[in-house]
């Protein structure tokens, strides 16, 4: 799934049905982390999308992505392990005038 881009139907369609999609995605994929990472410690960060319909008919997207990135420590100059553990959601509004009216908080 990290790979393509879902368009409206497909999206609906994975809300919808409730889905959940998980894998792993590799440090040395993700330019911006490659390039702070820890070239000797690469790893990877497990994803997890879960699909499911809002209260208000609109198509929301969990994120959780989990893991540890290897940094150099900047005191010591030695790898160091930073815990990944982030959980967000997403509404998907087909214009901005519908995303002005949600909610800031789901």
Not at 45 to 58: K, R, S, Y
Not at 81 to 89: E, R, S, T
Request: net charge negative; proline share 8%; charged share 25%.
């Amino acid at each position: 799934m990290p790979a393509g881009v879902l368009d409206a139907a497909e999206l609906a369609d994975l809300a919808r049905r409730g889905d959940e999609r998980r894998w792993t995605w590799p440090v040395r994929d993700l330019r911006r982390l490659a390039a702070v990472a820890d070239p000797d410690q690469s790893g990877a960060l497990a994803v997890t999308a879960g699909f499911a319909l809002g209260a208000d008919g609109l198509p929301r997207v969990r994120l959780v992505i989990g893991g540890e990135l290897w940094l150099t420590c900047q005191r010591c100059l030695g790898p160091m392990a930073w815990p990944v553990d982030l959980d967000a959601q997403l509404t998907v509004a087909p214009d901005d005038a519908q995303a002005d009216r949600l909610p800031d908080s789901i």
